[in-house]
């Protein structure tokens, strides 16, 4: 979309409706905010739950008790006793954050590639991609295995990783976002001499950075909760990942509900600290990073 | 400018390292590794069995891993065995009885045919049936999954009935003593998961019947039990007696939390319920009802499992001894781990021990596992074929349909033509 | 969107800059892929293999779980994708306005969802929507229903349960994708709309969509395989059995019950998973032809 076009639009919608200031405008602000609260409700809820979980106990939690409780000294020590936490949780964020470093190294690279440099060859393996994207992750799990067991890479972190970092959902993210990257900036870098791979680490990166902060956030997500493969490939305990001993935990014959909430609270910030941490991303415009 | 790329390729090369660092270490010689889904019960089984071994044997070492769910544990296996891949796989697993021929057919040569070093003999025969192919058995017997009626005494109690009068009587029986329980104690009957066939099945095994006839075919259009079992579920649900819960959380919340009278179950779900310490004195332990027809007793099974070993292992020699040694030979062993764990193992010369004999204050101080040893003997044994998923599924499938009262031949003909379709 | 031509050299750049994800992706899913396809040529159980030609695919059309489960996927694609889509857009467009207050708060609450676990939140729903719920007593209470419902017990409602939770769960996440969109979008434009006097919903419409299309597009098309490929939901709230009635049964289900649970029956599944992208190449198709059909006109 150019400029011209865009002012094009505005000029019609102007012609359109060409009405005084909305006189409701104090009520809609008001609906703005109730709507907001009743998801905000909604969606803390479940989140409540867990912590208020993570404070009772087992058969507290299995009576629907919903208010905060005494227990959490109690499930904290039954916790990690049971699971050898600093362990996993190693496992757990060194395989999150290099999967994420790399993925957004690899993916945002071959993003910017597609839609910078068009030709018929790419948009071809490109629609490609797409449709590989769909293919369900159990189809291709043994012979996944079978590679990485050739390779002997069976049980490594390596493993885990090395599937994910070309993601083509995380490609297909930034070559749509990569659109509204103004080309005239490109332009502008090329005529001052930059060479393609300096365009893009010190204009396209920054500019883009509300995109690579969404994409962190996505990216870290997927990996800390990545369940199937590192099933299937980690097999050691001492090699687990949160996740998969949380599931674990949960399918026991008389789950301790209190020991398994406080997990999945530790669980669940990690992704929440990242949320927060990048956030302000979201509120600060592209053009205001460029100035 | 230059300081920012050369942190980048600092974080780079930190990170491809870090991969690099943390490789594989082996599963050691002389360490027998398992594979269980519940810490305190087939897990600290499994631990102390290894310890007896050990205790012997102080080359060999165990490495139990009770991190994985059931479902993951199939997940991971039927991964490994097709990819023909056996790197990691451990030396022992832990399966389910009514899934032992699915694997033993579709992965021939993936597991060791124990009978060929163990006298199998000395096992429940019904136990050893399962996991028996082509004349050869291939696990050594866990757990057995004999069934009770556990029940609230108190709840019987106000409504004015005594432990005799669960004493062998018929589904029928029980829905005119649910009906009584509820009207004084506003209690449901029993609560029921919609998606979990269990209860049918333990009704119809204690007719001696299954799903498939001897040849494998199904046997689901004239099958007097099957259709009689669906029969008495729906009656449950229309006499208003049960509880409709949804997965393995609300199952054991319903009666653990005392909101219903009375939880028909394989013998494995004692340890869940003694761990409400607070409820001692207000269980008992009665025989499951029968189907009201010919040829159904007092006496089911629900679940079990048993120990399979992996042909792939490295430790083989001292995997058969090991369970040759403790689980085909120590009496001692099944006293502890039912005193410990609530696990009902399934060597007969067990029974006659100590544990076996004594009574439990926890269920009124009743001799139940004397009691659950009786019904074991009791418990027709049926051949779980290799296609019970397929014809759980289908039953499921139908489950809502028959509780609504719709007709139960179309329904066992519907149960037929989708499980035919599903076993190809 | 004319784009001249490139260069030589430019066009060496396009391979340089895609080279890495290309080399990774040819080496991790290719041989499966290939390998699946194979296999949903093949017939048998476990390792007992053997060519079976179009077997596979001759007993897709036989088989009512299959259409069974076809149906019900397609049931959540079209009712919850649009649904969550338009959520997710008026909630990041609510959260971008700098005027509005506690915006940290409400962003950070609306994301919420798809961070929590997935145990705590089917738990926490499963109890809300239980025959004795929470939910169950207020609806009673207001009168709008005479008898409890039996979410989980009922193959109408259990669908419903099913398309709320999952536009609960992923609504924020969505979101997130227009939040950090809506940063890209030069503000000045807005400005220059206000202070003509274009009202909101006009600057939503001409302005906010049209410059959102490239995301919004991306947003349904991952959706949308998110909805063909849904799996942990159904499979947490009906302890994997996509019961009650096969009305929750999806074909990411299947294929794993095909996989792990049934009798493992890799050829037939694979030929199940190739359903599902032969499903999204259409879909997909259609969704870049009607955003291209728009952009044109």
New interface residues.
């Given amino acids: 979309?150019t400029v011209s076009s865009?002012?094009t639009?505005?000029d019609?919608?102007?012609a359109?409706?060409?009405?005084?200031?909305?006189p409701w405008g104090l009520v809609?602000r008001a609906l703005?905010y109730v709507?907001?609260s009743l998801?905000?409700f909604?969606?803390?809820?479940?989140?409540y739950?867990?912590v208020v979980?993570a404070t009772n106990t087992s058969a507290d939690i299995i009576k629907?008790k919903s208010s905060l409780g005494s227990a959490l000294i109690t499930n904290a020590t039954a916790f990690f006793t049971q699971v050898d936490a600093v362990r996993i949780f190693w496992n757990s964020g060194v395989i999150a954050v290099v999967a994420t470093v790399l993925t957004l190294a690899?993916?945002s690279?071959?993003g910017?590639?597609?839609e910078?440099?068009?030709?018929r060859v790419?948009e071809r393996?490109f629609g490609f991609?797409?449709?590989?994207?769909?293919?369900?992750f159990?189809?291709?799990m043994?012979?996944?295995f079978v590679?990485f067991s050739q390779a002997k890479l069976v049980n490594t972190f390596a493993a885990v990783i090395?599937?994910t970092?070309?993601s083509?959902?995380i490609?297909?993210?930034f070559r749509?976002?990569t659109?509204?990257?103004p080309t005239e900036l490109r332009d502008a870098a090329r005529i001052d001499g930059l060479k393609?791979w300096q365009i893009?680490l010190y204009v396209y990166l920054p500019v883009?950075r509300?995109?690579y902060?969404?994409a962190t956030?996505?990216v870290f997500?997927a990996n800390w909760?990545n369940y199937l493969w590192p099933l299937v490939v980690l097999q050691t305990a001492e090699n687990k990942t949160i996740t998969l001993i949380?599931?674990g935990l949960?399918a026991a014959y008389t789950p301790d509900?209190g020991l398994?909430?406080f997990g999945?609270v530790l669980?669940?910030l990690p992704?929440?600290v990242i949320?927060?941490l990048l956030?302000r991303?979201?509120?600060?415009?592209?053009?205001g990073a460029v100035k | 400018m230059i300081r920012t790329t050369s942190r980048w390729r600092n974080t780079l090369s930190v990170a491809l390292t870090g991969i690099s660092l943390f490789s594989v270490t082996a599963a050691s010689a002389g360490e027998i590794s398992v594979w269980v889904w519940d810490k305190a019960f087939n897990g600290d089984t499994m631990r102390e069995a290894g310890a007896l071994y050990t205790a012997d044997h102080p080359d060999v070492t165990f490495n139990v891993d009770d991190t994985a769910s059931q479902?993951d544990i199939?997940?991971k296996l039927?991964t490994q065995?097709?990819a023909?891949s056996t790197e990691g796989l451990p030396d022992i697993v832990l399966i389910q009885d009514d899934i032992a021929q699915?694997y033993l057919?579709?992965?021939?040569g993936a597991f060791e045919p124990l009978s060929d070093y163990i006298d199998m003999s000395v096992f429940a025969q019904y136990k050893v049936a399962a996991a028996t192919h082509d004349g050869k058995s291939y696990s050594v017997p866990f757990d057995s999954g004999v069934t009770g009626l556990f029940y609230r005494s108190d709840f019987l109690e106000q409504a004015g009935f005594t432990a005799a009068d669960l004493e062998n009587i018929t589904w029928d029986r029980l829905i005119e003593i649910g009906t009584e329980v509820k009207a004084k104690t506003g209690k449901p009957l029993l609560d029921l998961?919609?998606?979990?066939t269990g209860v049918i099945r333990m009704m119809m095994q204690s007719a001696g019947e299954w799903y498939f006839n001897e040849d494998g075919s199904l046997h689901i259009t004239d099958n007097a039990a099957l259709k009689k079992s669906l029969e008495t579920y729906a009656k449950l649900f229309q006499a208003d007696l049960v509880?409709?819960?949804?997965?393995?959380?609300?199952y054991t919340g319903a009666f653990t939390s005392g909101e219903v009278a009375v939880v028909p179950v394989g013998v494995w779900i004692t340890a869940t319920i003694k761990a409400n310490a607070d409820q001692s004195g207000l269980w008992g332990v009665a025989p499951i009802p029968r189907l009201d027809m010919e040829g159904a007793v007092n006496a089911s099974n629900q679940g079990g499992s048993s120990w399979f070993v992996l042909s792939s292992s490295d430790n083989k020699e001292e995997t058969i001894d090991f369970l040759k040694t403790v689980w085909a030979g120590n009496v001692d062993f099944y006293q502890d781990i039912l005193i410990k764990r609530g696990a009902v193992g399934s060597l007969l010369a067990a029974r006659e021990g100590e544990a076996f004999k004594a009574s439990d204050d926890f269920f009124g101080g009743a001799p139940v596992w004397q009691n659950f040893s009786t019904w074991l003997s009791q418990v027709p044994s049926v051949d779980y074929g290799?296609?019970t998923?397929?014809v759980d599924?289908a039953v499921?499938?139908?489950?809502?349909?028959i509780i609504e009262g719709g007709d139960l031949d179309a329904a066992l003909q519907a149960i037929h033509?989708?499980a035919q379709?599903?076993?190809? | 969107m004319a784009?001249a031509r490139?260069d030589r050299r430019?066009?060496i750049?396009?391979?340089?800059?895609?080279a890495?994800?290309?080399?990774?992706?040819g080496l991790?899913?290719i041989?499966?892929?290939v390998?699946?396809l194979w296999m949903s040529f093949q017939?048998g159980?476990?390792?007992?293999l053997s060519f079976g030609g179009f077997a596979n695919i001759l007993?897709l059309t036989?088989?009512?779980?299959f259409l069974r489960a076809l149906g019900n996927t397609f049931t959540f694609f079209i009712f919850q994708v649009p649904i969550m889509i338009v959520l997710a857009l008026l909630?990041a467009v609510?959260?971008n306005d700098?005027t509005?207050k506690f915006?940290?708060?409400?962003?950070?609450?609306?994301?919420?969802?798809?961070?929590?676990?997935?145990?705590?939140?089917?738990?926490?729903?499963?109890?809300m929507f239980?025959?004795d719920g929470v939910v169950n007593q207020t609806l009673m209470q207001l009168h709008l229903i005479g008898e409890p419902i039996?979410w989980?017990?009922?193959?109408f409602w259990a669908k419903v349960l099913i398309i709320m939770a999952i536009t609960?769960r992923w609504t924020?996440?969505n979101m997130?994708?227009y939040?950090?969109?809506?940063?890209?979008?030069?503000?000045s434009?807005y400005e220059?709309?206000r202070i003509?006097?274009?009202?909101?919903w006009?600057?939503f419409?001409?302005?906010t969509i049209?410059?959102l299309?490239?995301?919004i597009?991306?947003t349904t098309?991952?959706s949308t395989?998110g909805t063909?490929?849904l799996f942990d939901e159904v499979a947490?709230?009906?302890?994997?059995?996509g019961?009650?009635?096969?009305s929750t049964l999806t074909?990411?289900l299947y294929?794993?019950?095909l996989?792990?649970?049934?009798?493992?029956?890799?050829g037939?599944?694979?030929t199940v998973?190739?359903v599902?992208?032969v499903?999204?190449?259409i879909l997909?198709f259609l969704q870049f032809l009607i955003a291209r059909d728009r952009r044109t006109s």
């Fill in positions: 979309m865009m002012t639009t505005v019609r919608a102007v359109q409706s060409r009405v005084p200031a909305n809609r703005v709507l907001l998801a905000a909604v969606s803390i809820f479940p989140f739950w867990m979980g629907g690899i993916s690279l071959a910017y590639g597609f910078m440099f068009r030709s790419r393996i991609l797409l449709l590989l994207l769909s293919i369900p159990a189809a291709m043994v012979p996944l590679m090395l599937p970092v070309a083509i959902f490609i297909f993210y749509q976002t659109k509204a990257f393609e893009f883009m509300s995109t902060a969404a956030i996505i997500m909760n949380l599931s949960t509900y398994i909430l999945t669980a669940t992704t929440l949320f927060f956030q991303r979201f509120v600060e415009g592209m053009l | 479902d199939r997940a039927q065995l097709l023909g699915k057919q579709s992965f021939p998961d919609l998606n979990d509880k409709p819960v949804s997965g393995w959380a609300e290799t296609f998923a397929e599924s499921q499938a139908q489950v809502p349909g033509d989708q379709q599903q076993m190809q | 784009q490139l430019e066009n750049t396009g391979w340089v800059f895609i890495p994800a290309l080399i990774l992706l991790f899913m041989y499966p892929i390998w699946s017939v159980k476990g390792m007992n007993r036989k088989d009512p779980v909630f609510a959260l700098s509005l915006r940290g708060f409400f962003r950070t609450a609306i994301f919420l969802p798809c961070a929590t676990s997935l145990i705590a939140y089917s738990t926490v729903f499963k109890s239980a025959i039996s989980l017990g009922d193959p609960w924020g996440y997130i994708f939040l950090a969109a809506l940063q890209n979008i030069d503000r434009i220059a709309a003509d006097g274009v009202p909101a006009a600057r419409r001409y302005l049209p410059m299309k490239p995301v597009l991306f098309v991952i395989i063909l490929q947490n709230f009906t302890a994997g059995t019961g009650p009635s096969d074909l990411s294929i794993y019950n996989t792990f649970k049934f009798m493992p029956s890799f037939y599944s694979a998973s190739w599902i992208v499903l999204v190449g997909s």
